[in-house]
Every structure is written in C-alpha cells, then in structure tokens.
C-alpha cells in the first residue's frame, strides 16, 4: 500500500491549488482516501475524506464550500481541489487510507483511525 501526496506550494490569500494523492497497491473502488493537514505546533486535522462505494465526501466545517474532493479511477488517484485559500490553510496536507474505517463525519475527527498515510505534500499561503 502506497499512497504519493504532491501539489502543493507557495499560494497568495484566495489563490487555488489542487493536491493530487496517487494510491497502488490497492484500488479507490474500495477504500475510502481521507485528507488531513497538521499546521506547525497544531494536531493533525481532518480535513476531508471520500467514499469507495458511492464517491460521497464529508469535510470539516472550515473548508466546506471552498475545497472539493473528487477521484480519478482510471488513475486511481484522488484530488483536493483547495480553493479561496486563507493563510490559516497553511500546514503541511496528507492522503490516508483504512481498510477498515469508512469516510464518514466520525473517522474524519480521528487520525489514528486510519492505518495507511503518504509522505506530506506543504501549503503555504501568504501574501
């Protein structure tokens, strides 16, 4: 299992970028990818997660409306598309997976419920 986070970078206050989180050794058509970012003296936090069955995502209150989570089967990856960014976006993002814990509200608060992480990808936004 092996999950490759990459996108991010240095953005201006209400900029986009779109992080891109490539998974092998296991298919998106059956666990579920959750993103969640860890800003510099902070807990990581949950920011998003989507489904395998039916693609549904769930976000935590600060970013909803401005992030879109979405997968790519064919490439079996999974996009962040972060929009609208404010400085306090900034943290360093990751891409994780259960073979257990389902994307739901719930999972989404724990970190440690979920077994498999990539490497990191860093979000700066600043003006």
């Known amino acids: 299992v092996q999950l490759q986070a990459s996108g991010g970078g240095l953005v201006q206050p209400g900029g986009s970028l779109r992080l891109s989180c490539a998974a092998s050794?296991?298919?998106?058509?059956?666990?579920?990818i959750s993103w969640f970012r860890q800003a510099p003296g902070k807990e990581r936090e949950g920011v998003s997660c989507?489904?395998?069955?039916?693609?549904?995502?769930y976000y935590t209150d600060s970013v909803k409306g401005r992030f879109t989570v979405s997968r790519d089967r064919a490439k079996n990856t999974v996009y962040l598309q972060m929009n609208s960014l404010k400085p306090e976006d900034t943290a360093v993002y990751y891409c994780?997976?259960?073979?257990?814990?389902?994307?739901?509200?719930?999972?989404?608060?724990?970190?440690?419920?979920?077994?498999?992480w990539g490497k990191g990808t860093p979000v700066t936004v600043s003006g």
């Open positions: 989507i489904s395998s069955n039916d693609g549904s995502a």
């Open positions: 994780a997976t259960d073979f257990e814990a389902p994307c739901s509200s719930s999972t989404l608060q724990y970190y440690y419920q979920w077994d498999y």
């Open positions: 050794g296991f298919s998106l058509d059956y666990y579920p």
